[in-house]
Nanobody
Framework: QVQLVESGGGLVQAGGSLRLSCAAS????????MAWYRQAPGKQRELVAK???????NYADSVKGRFTISRDNAKNTVYLQMNSLKPEDTAVYTC?????????WGQGTQVTVSS
């Protein structure tokens, strides 16, 4: 059973940066997708960015040009570099991994951006 452990959330001022990490324990099949979602209070969860095993990347329009998703396959880890943060980026950010066996969610990490 794959488990995901996230780190890197916290409080930052608007314009600042944070880097989230998500390490997956256990085996992940070679055909997979790693992603970050977020959910702000009172809002639905939304996809922030995803990267598949072929390194195809997609971003939500709201974060394009500011966030960068990357992965280290040797470490089974996905990263989210968040720059030029805005108060509207405040949310719980959750890591997600899909492979042929199904999907797994992390526990979530809080990101708070103060104005």
């Amino acid at each position: 059973q794959v488990q995901l452990v996230e780190s890197g959330g916290g409080l930052v001022q608007a314009g600042g940066s944070l880097r989230l990490s998500c390490a997956a324990s256990g085996r992940i099949y070679s055909n997979n997708v790693m992603a970050w979602y977020r959910q702000a209070p009172g809002k639905q969860r939304e996809l922030v960015a995803k990267i598949d095993s072929g390194r195809t990347i997609n971003y939500a329009d709201s974060v394009k040009g500011r966030f960068t998703i990357s992965r280290d396959n040797a470490k089974n880890t996905v990263y989210l570099q968040m720059n030029s943060l805005k108060p509207e980026d405040t949310a719980v950010y959750t890591c997600y991994v899909w492979d042929l066996r199904g999907n797994v969610w992390g526990q979530g990490t809080q990101v708070t951006v103060s104005s």
